[in-house]
């Protein structure tokens, strides 16, 4: 599907997701996040621990990317 979101990043813990997500809708672009699945199964542990994607629309990655990418004051 066209309009599915996309990974923009993949980041450790669930605050560090919710960080970017905030600096994401603050600048106007809908974003979620979710537990990846890059861990699973990792050391036979399963759980709600581990990395978190950080997702777009398509249409927003190419701005969301430059909005993570701008230098900070």
């Given at each position: 599907?066209?309009?599915e979101?996309?990974?923009?990043?993949?980041?450790?813990?669930?605050?560090?997701a919710?960080?970017?997500?905030s600096?994401?809708?603050?600048?106007?672009?809908?974003?979620?996040?979710?537990?990846?699945?890059?861990?699973?199964?990792?050391?036979?542990?399963?759980?709600?621990?581990?990395?978190?994607e950080?997702?777009?629309?398509?249409?927003?990655?190419?701005?969301?990317?430059?909005?993570?990418?701008?230098?900070?004051?």
């Amino acid at each position: 599907m066209e309009d599915e979101p996309v990974v923009l990043d993949v980041v450790p813990t669930e605050p560090e997701a919710e960080l970017l997500c905030s600096l994401l809708r603050n600048s106007g672009i809908k974003c979620g996040q979710r537990l990846s699945n890059r861990a699973a199964g990792a050391l036979g542990v399963a759980g709600s621990v581990g990395p978190y994607e950080v997702l777009v629309h398509p249409q927003d990655l190419e701005a969301a990317r430059e909005l993570l990418e701008a230098p900070t004051e």
